[in-house]
Nanobody, 123 residues
């Protein structure tokens, strides 16, 4: 089992920057993919940026020139540096970790979500 704790959300003005953090604990050795999703009011949850099977990264087109995902393996923490924020970036941001389709030895397929952190960008 994995427990994810997000932090770093808040209310900022358009053009500002924020950094989100997601600290993982538990069976972190089983994690294959980890990253960030967001859900705006009235919309479905969508991928923002994730690490896939190690160091590969995937970004949504709307953020790839403004957001950067990074991680500190020693701290089991993934970060999302968000720059040039826009009002349309307003959403609850969720950290996600999953064990992948081909799990590592001793692991079972699973997926975990954090509790979410609100990011609000005013115009």
């Amino acid at each position: 089992q994995v427990h994810l704790v997000e932090s770093g959300g808040g209310l900022v003005q358009a053009g500002s920057s924020l950094r989100l953090s997601c600290a993982a604990s538990g069976d972190t050795n089983c994690i294959s993919n980890m990253g960030w999703y967001r859900q705006a009011p009235g919309k479905e949850r969508e991928l923002v940026a994730v690490f896939i099977s190690g160091d590969s990264t995937v970004y949504d087109d709307s953020v790839k020139d403004r957001f950067t995902i990074s991680r500190d393996n020693a701290k089991n923490t993934v970060y999302l540096q968000m720059s040039s924020l826009k009002p349309e970036d307003t959403a609850v941001y969720y950290c996600n970790a999953d064990f992948g389709l081909t799990v590592k030895p001793g692991c079972l397929r699973a997926e975990y979500w954090g509790q979410g952190t609100q990011v609000t960008v005013s115009s």
